[in-house]
Nanobody
């Protein structure tokens, strides 16, 4: 089993930046795909980005391409989401997830963190 804990959320103005972290424990972290999802007020949970086991492949939803960067440090058992040029539309609870397949569906991920709030003001 893998346990995940997110941190780094907060309140920022539009155009600002935040770096989210996802600390993992349990089974070998390097064997898992890491993904980030988000859920805004009154909205369904949506895929944001994911990164392969080795970190050599990444994929982003169109709305964050060029602004967000996903990364991982397997030696530290930690995944990251660097968020730049934030927009009010990015306001959501952000969740990290771990799974064994390189897919965008939330159901494809076995393990989830508790979520961290990101609020972007105009």
């Amino acid at each position: 089993q893998v346990q995940l804990v997110e941190s780094g959320g907060g309140l920022v103005q539009a155009g600002g930046s935040l770096r989210l972290s996802c600390a993992a424990s349990g089974r070998t972290f390097s064997n898992y795909v890491i993904a980030w999802f988000r859920q805004g007020p009154g909205k369904e949970r949506e895929f944001v980005a994911h990164i392969s086991w080795s970190g050599d492949r990444t994929y982003y939803v169109d709305s964050v391409k060029g602004r967000f960067t996903i990364s991982r440090d397997n030696a530290k058992n930690t995944g990251y989401l660097q968020m730049n040029s934030l927009k009010p539309e990015d306001t959501a609870v952000y969740y990290c997830a771990a799974g064994r397949t390189y897919l965008v569906a939330a159901a494809s991920y076995e393990y989830w963190g508790q979520g961290t709030q990101v609020t972007v003001s105009s």
